[in-house]
């Protein structure tokens, strides 16, 4: 409920204006007549009251309207005045000092009077004050004191005896006016101060009624406290001030006088007030608000705060509205202004707190958009990279299936130049992109051209950048878990290592396929190190005379290497032989310094460094997918073959010869293993020869093929050559199924590695190959052996990346040299290499740097490896049962008719043997094709007249010359067999 707003002035200030304008003329006022009637009133009335309620007392009554001088001669000796005031309150004066009747006899009456004034009168004003009503001073009662204050206490005594017998209870107040301090030391009694506190609280802040009455009215009496506050002394002062020289008589109208001007003055002040009331604070803010639309967003807390600050100025306005104190209303200005200040400085701080909450909030709304935007962004991207990741997928299936397009045996072409004739074509008539043009001469003299052709042809000026270009796609795919075999194949001489392995004195342009290969994978693999893993190592290996050697060797051993199922030695077919990880080309430089100082070379005629063995440069690769944890392993082989000419032009014996036999051996059971593909066989004999059995799991369905067929240009070479050529165009003819891609799922390859480590175990403990059994080796990391070996290999400093061969390994070469004197060897010293390399860039790199993203990966790994697992055959070892074999496929001939013969027996061996047999392999039939490749095998120029020694003749009964002469080649092959396995057997057994 709203309560009235406290007045801006005081009553206190008002009188005191008054007293100030007017007071001079109050005391001009003649008011005696006046004075004297109402005094004379009073006086009768408190007589007669005195005369009714007491009586007579010592035989004297009081008069009914006495004289000043006889009211106060009755009153002297207090007899009255107490029995008054024992019938208004019995017992308050215990004991009243009565007169003797016969008083008039006293010898000393003054000493009697002044006995009962003490007595009596203290008495009695000691309990009219604990009774709270005025008192008088005892001198009152003598002559000239005044009577005007015993007449009021008689007075007082009456109203309280009236309101006694009124039968009203709890406290009386009296509102009369009390005896000031000023005149008369009070007489502190324990009662006394209800009584001045109801004087004080009737002269309050508007209550002037009481206060008029206190001067004026004998009906002093019931005051009602109705106000409070802070301003009695001051106003009680002032009044008393004005009064108490003033007559009795005179008060009445002095104060009518001067309540009427007080009246006049407050009337007035009130309307001025109420004119310049400010607006209230309420008000103002309202205003505020309509004019200030910032501030419509203070909050209702802020609201709240404001007005409790307005109310602390209200009351301090108050506070200064009522206190008259000068000092202190300076002073709560002061405050005031200085509140007023904070007020605004508080406002201007709400603002600018509106403002950057404001700004904040659309800050929040900003960032909130960008967030959503981002996410939508994010969303996008983690889309497109999702796709991304599809796309290369495909893209690598589809560069895969383009390869497979291409032919899994593919044929490339090489022609040497004529040696210190580099512009003399030679017999080389024509060099074609896919086909080569020979001259022979026929038998009437004339010229014969004779035209071959092949996927591609490399004439006699190509460099070996031009012809890695084509082989690139290749090594890509092992990578990408495919197996591939690249291979050399031609007579000595013709430039066999010139394209493997590359000249005497290497440069960057002349570095051949194996290390630009192996650089390659490096290179991919670093690409690709985001989203798979790969570990690369490399193995390489010599078959001579039929037995393999280790070429990472470093102490000569004549240890011989078995080879064993790939699939039962995760992928790997030699597991005795090193298997050294390389991380860097220059890794790979330092091996193959070391392969090539172990290979066994040796003279022949044509040749002063032909090497008379097969050498193998296998690398092992294996990937994990850093996301899924799928594997895959691929490997390589990088096959540079012995010479394929006949071995009456080497004019050997001995064991040269023997070496020449070994080497047409596996030459031919390389040419029946293709023949047999060809043929899609379900039985592949690659036991015959260990060059087939270590290349098994890159030849066939399961892999890519490439063979580099070397030409020499010299016409003396013709009848090698023109051989050299048809065998090769048959080959190229060959078109094999997809090649499939070794992949497992994790779980799948743990489960694979068990069940091969299983039978491996089992093979061994059958083949009494206990220390095998006990340090199997697979990895030259994986044994002690290996890791002393790998110690031997390589110096102590020799780490991954920066790997190097000490200078005395040049020595070395130099004694193999000695050793060898008319062979040469090529330098691979990396420390030449780099010599004379400056930088070597990666061949695609310039023209786009992201191939690995046009070129990957296929797809379906899962399901194709997942099929292959399922076709798993048989785990036997491979080795022990090529004799069997040899007997019924030696040559290509022979191998057509056994596989005639077998096809359909599907007996235990081929499954052991080849996974080529598996039913699912989409072999397509070119039995004409397969005529061919008897054609040109068997076409070969019947050099028998050229051989000088009968042992040579007996080796080339490899290839029926019987045979070689009749064009239905399966017929007579059937019909000769018997006479060639005679043959055969009759020189094996020589
Ligand atoms: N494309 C070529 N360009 C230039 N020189 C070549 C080329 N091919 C081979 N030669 C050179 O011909 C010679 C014989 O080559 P290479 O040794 O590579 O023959 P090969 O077939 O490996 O012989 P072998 O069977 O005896 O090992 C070497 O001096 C070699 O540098």
Redesign the pocket.
């Known amino acids: 409920m709203a309560t009235e707003p406290a007045l801006p002035f005081s009553i206190v200030s008002v009188v005191e204006d008054v007293l100030q304008k007017h007071g001079s003329r109050l005391s001009d006022i003649d008011l005696a007549s006046r004075k004297a009637e109402e005094a004379s009133s009073r006086r009768n009335e408190a007589a007669r009251w005195l005369r009714n309620t007491v009586g007579n007392v010592g035989g004297k009554d009081m008069l009914a309207e006495p004289s000043e001088e006889d009211f106060r001669i009755a009153l002297r000796s207090g007899i009255i005045l107490c029995n008054a005031l024992n019938k208004i309150q019995p017992g308050a004066v215990p004991k009243v000092v009565e007169a003797p009747s016969d008083i008039d006899n006293v010898p000393d009456r003054a000493a009697l009077s002044i006995y009962q004034y003490f007595e009596n009168v203290r008495n009695f004003l000691v309990t009219v004050e604990e009774m709270g009503l005025p008192t008088f001073e005892a001198s009152d009662l003598e002559q000239g004191g005044k009577s005007s204050r015993i007449v009021n206490c008689v007075l007082a005594l009456k109203s309280y005896s009236e309101w006694k017998l009124g039968g009203k209870n709890g406290l009386w107040k009296y509102g009369g006016n009390p005896k000031p301090p000023t005149f008369v030391k009070p007489i502190m009694r324990k009662n006394s101060g209800p009584f001045m506190r109801s004087l004080a609280r009737a002269v309050s802040l508007g209550d002037k009624d009481s206060l008029l009455s206190d001067q004026s009215s004998s009906n002093d009496a019931v005051l009602h406290d109705r106000s409070e506050g802070g301003s009695i002394p001051s106003l009680y002062s002032l009044v008393r001030e004005i009064l108490h020289d003033k007559k009795q008589e005179e008060i009445p109208i002095i104060v009518e006088s001067l309540l009427s001007k007080v009246m006049e003055e407050f009337e007035s002040r009130v309307i001025i007030v109420q004119q310049e009331t400010p607006k209230t604070p309420r008000e103002d803010k309202a205003s505020s608000k309509a004019g200030n639309s910032n501030l419509e967003a203070i909050s209702d807390e802020e609201e709240r705060e404001e007005n409790e600050d307005v109310d602390i100025k209200q009351k301090q306005n108050h506070d200064v509205k009522y206190n008259g104190d000068e000092e202190s209303r300076s002073r709560i200005l002061k405050q005031q202004t200085i509140i007023q200040k904070q007020s605004e400085n508080i406002q201007e701080l709400k603002v600018i707190v509106h403002q950057t909450k404001e700004g904040m909030h659309c800050l929040h709304k900003k960032y909130r958009e960008d967030f959503i935007n981002l996410g939508k962004h994010l969303r996008s991207l983690a889309s497109s990279a999702s796709g991304y990741q599809k796309v290369l997928e495909e893209n690598r299936k589809l560069y895969n299936q383009m390869q497979d397009l291409k032919g899994n045996i593919r044929v490339y072409c090489?022609?040497?130049?004529l040696?210190g004739q580099?512009n003399n074509p030679g017999i080389i008539r024509n060099v074609e992109e896919d086909s080569i043009s020979l001259i022979m001469a026929s038998k009437n003299g004339k010229e014969v051209k004779k035209t071959f052709t092949f996927n591609k042809v490399?004439g006699?000026s190509?460099t070996?950048g031009e012809v890695f270009s084509d082989t690139q796609p290749l090594i890509r795919s092992v990578l990408d878990g495919f197996n591939v075999c690249i291979f050399?194949y031609?007579?000595?001489?013709?430039?066999?290592?010139?394209?493997?392995?590359g000249?005497?004195n290497l440069t960057e342009e002349t570095v051949g396929v194996n290390y630009r290969a192996l650089r390659d994978l490096f290179y991919l693999s670093e690409q690709r190190k985001e989203t798979i893993h790969y570990d690369i190592s490399v193995q390489m290996l010599e078959i001579y005379n039929e037995q393999v050697r280790d070429l990472l060797m470093t102490e000569t051993s004549n240890k011989r290497l078995e080879i064993r199922n790939s699939s039962h030695n995760n992928g790997i077919n030699v597991p005795d032989a090193n298997l050294v990880p390389v991380s860097s080309t220059a890794d790979v430089l330092n091996l193959m310094n070391l392969g090539q100082k172990n290979r066994a070379?040796s003279a022949?005629a044509?040749?002063d460094?032909?090497?008379?063995s097969h050498s193998c440069l296998t690398v092992h690769v294996q990937g994990r997918e850093l996301t899924s944890g799928n594997s895959l392993r691929g490997c390589i082989h990088l096959v540079?073959?012995?010479?394929s000419e006949r071995v009456d032009k080497s004019e050997v014996i001995g064991d040269r010869l023997k070496e020449a036999q070994h080497i047409n051996k596996s030459l031919s059971a390389l040419g029946d293993v293709i023949a047999s593909l060809a043929q899609k066989q379900s039985h592949v004999p690659y036991r015959n020869s260990k060059l087939t059995q270590l290349l098994q799991d890159s030849l066939g369905g399961q892999a890519k093929t490439l063979m580099f067929v070397?030409i020499s240009p010299e016409p003396e070479a013709l009848g090698e050559s023109i051989s050299t050529l048809k065998f090769a165009e048959r080959v190229s003819t060959i078109e094999l199924g997809a090649a499939r891609v070794n992949k497992d799922s994790g779980e799948v390859k743990e489960l694979k590695e068990q069940i091969a480590s299983l039978k491996a175990t089992l093979a061994r403990v059958k083949d009494g190959e206990l220390e095998h059994f006990k340090q199997p080796a697979n990895s030259i990391t994986d044994s002690p052996r290996s890791k002393s070996q790998l110690s031997s290999i390589v110096p102590a400093n020799w780490t991954s990346g920066s790997r190097k061969l000490p200078r005395d390994d040049s020595s070395g070469i130099e004694g193999s040299k000695k050793a060898a004197p008319k062979l040469?060897r090529r330098s691979l010293d990396p420390e030449e290499i780099y010599t004379s390399l400056p930088t070597w860039p990666h061949p695609r790199a310039g023209v786009n740097g992201n191939d690995d993203d046009k070129e990957s990966v296929s797809g379906n790994w899962n399901s194709r490896s997942m099929n292959r697992d399922e076709n798993l055959t048989t785990d036997e070892s491979v080795t022990g049962q090529s004799e069997v074999e040899s007997k019924q496929s030696y040559s290509p001939l022979l191998s057509v008719e056994v596989a005639t013969t077998f096809t359909n027996d599907s007996d235990e061996l081929e499954l052991t043997t080849s996974e080529c047999s598996e039913p699912d392999m989409n072999w397509q039939s070119h039995l004409p094709k397969t005529t061919a490749i008897s054609n040109v095998l068997a076409s070969r120029p019947n050099k028998s007249t050229h051989y000088k020694q009968a042992k040579n003749l007996e080796t080339r009964s490899m290839i029926s010359s019987s045979t070689r002469k009749q064009p239905n080649l399966v017929s007579q092959s059937r019909k000769h067999s018997g006479s060639i396995d005679a043959k055969r057997r009759s020189g094996n057994a020589k």
């Open positions: 090489r022609v040497r130049p040696v580099p490399f006699p190509a070996q050399a031609g007579q000595t001489g013709s430039g066999k290592t010139h394209t493997m392995s000249p005497n070379v022949t044509m040749n460094r032909s090497s008379r540079d073959l012995a010479g070397h040469k």
